[in-house]
């Protein structure tokens, strides 16, 4: 069973630039959740979508938006990059998106901002 | 907010010794806790998970850990650490309240093997 796939691995852009980022789940999961990852602020929680709706988001400006398609699979798009947003981000998909269910993660795209 | 502490940024053990990765979870009526590990340029791995019952719990490569609710507490244990061990560990939590929140995780804790 393949894992989750997020593309591209790699990503540099510019101040001011906009962005777009895919996670393909895991076959028959429904619930796609968003983290980004630097090392001073650790690991955050974007949002979350299942079965195309967002249910739950994270901390983060508008400029961080996302979506997910009929057959699951998720995008993230930030705009207006700024240099704080270099950061790791990662995509987990579960089965039905339940509390508690464990998330299984991609291996995130490396977002560079110059 | 829901939080998580993973008091020890870097530990260094030898391999083949025991380890103990710390973990301390903010009050939730009913935490749902795990346990990843993430190696460089990878995304994170899942070890354990605690929902319920037992409060020991085994997981994959060796690792089990303890929940204690008294003591707000889900320390990851290992008997004897490979090199391959060597990666980063995060503990993280989620609630129970309906819909699936997000995984509020700890700041990592670094795990270095010596030879």
């Known amino acids: 069973k393949a894992g989750v796939t997020q593309t591209p691995r790699y990503l540099i852009k510019t101040r001011g630039q906009q962005v777009t980022l895919s996670c393909s789940p895991i076959s028959g999961h429904r619930s796609v959740s968003w983290y980004q990852q630097t090392p001073g602020q650790g690991l955050q929680f974007l949002f979350e979508y299942f079965s195309e709706t967002q249910r739950n988001k994270g901390n983060f400006p508008g400029r961080f938006s996302g979506r997910q398609f009929s057959n699951s699979r998720s995008e993230m798009n930030v705009s207006t990059l700024e240099l704080g947003d270099s950061a790791l981000y990662l995509c987990a998909s579960s089965l039905a998106g339940r509390v508690g269910q464990p998330q299984h993660f991609g291996d995130g795209t490396r977002l560079s901002i110059l | 907010a829901q939080s998580v502490t993973q008091p020890d940024i870097h530990i260094t053990v030898s391999e083949g010794a025991s380890l103990e990765l710390r973990c301390n979870y903010s009050?939730?009526?009913?935490?749902?806790l795990f346990w990843y590990v993430q190696s460089p340029g990878q995304g994170l791995q899942l070890l354990l998970k605690?929902?319920?019952?037992?409060?020991l719990v085994q997981g994959i490569k060796g690792f089990e850990a303890e929940f204690k609710r008294s003591q707000s507490s889900f320390n990851l244990r290992k008997p004897s650490v490979h090199w391959s061990d060597a990666a980063e560990y995060f503990c993280?939590?989620?609630?129970?309240?309906?819909?699936?929140?997000?995984?509020?995780f700890g700041k990592g804790t670094h795990l270095i093997i010596q030879p």
């Open positions: 993280a939590v989620t609630y129970s309240g309906g819909g699936a929140d997000g995984l509020t």
């Open positions: 605690y929902f319920s019952g037992d409060t």
């Open positions: 009050y939730g009526a009913t935490p749902y």
